[in-house]
């Protein structure tokens, strides 16, 4: 047997193409002002992408730190606290805070006659219904243009009432040792009614 002749250049089987065949169309060449105007709206697109939310996010975390910040201020005008009073003291006061509460505060004297904790929170219909149970009373309580918090405990928190608002208020006086509540309730906005209260107890 003779062994078989090697493969030829220029044959099909060698994979090089013969003289004169015709060539395969490559990718057309991206002219230079069309590759410049695509990369523009590339990095334009990812500028938007990006750019827009962390400008947002900048934007909302100085409103919500200037927020703060003149909540703090208010609040350390007048001896009161930003947030909800601890646990121990909702016991011992009788304050149930119902959740959902927003724009909460607090505020406790301590003496040798009679300790006071005065809160704020705004809540929901349902939220001041459950309030008042907790309490003891329900709606029915609450006097029109009733004043209950006194004008001493006004100067010490910083609280205003008899202008702009609906004003209703009860006095859940409890014998001792049980506190007595002293309460106003800002029902201007009846969907998100303002509560305060003065809370006192004989230690």
Do not use: C
């Not at 928190?157 to 006086?173: A, D, R």
Request: glycine residues 8%; negative net charge.
């Amino acid at each position: 047997m003779t062994d078989p002749l090697p493969h030829q250049a220029g044959t099909p089987e060698s994979g090089t193409p013969q003289a004169g065949a015709p060539q395969e169309p490559g990718p057309p060449v991206e002219d230079r002002r069309h590759m410049i105007r695509r990369r523009t709206l590339t990095l334009l697109t990812i500028v938007l992408l990006i750019g827009i939310p962390a400008g947002y996010l900048v934007i909302s975390a100085n409103q919500s730190r200037d927020s703060g910040r003149e909540k703090e201020a208010k609040y350390a005008a007048t001896g009161m606290t930003e947030g909800w009073p601890s646990k121990l003291q909702r016991r011992i006061y009788e304050v149930p805070v119902p959740i959902p509460s927003e724009e909460v505060a607090y505020y406790e004297t301590n003496n040798w006659k009679t300790s006071r904790l005065y809160v704020q929170f705004e809540t929901t219909n349902a939220g001041l219904d459950a309030f008042l149970a907790g309490l003891g009373v329900d709606r029915d309580a609450l006097q029109q243009e009733k004043i209950a918090i006194s004008d001493r405990a006004q100067q010490v928190t910083g609280w205003e009432f008899g202008g702009s608002g609906s004003w209703w208020g009860l006095v859940n006086e409890q014998r001792n040792p049980a506190p007595t509540q002293d309460v106003v309730v800002n029902m201007e906005n009846p969907d998100y009614p303002m509560v305060y209260v003065v809370s006192r107890t004989v230690p």
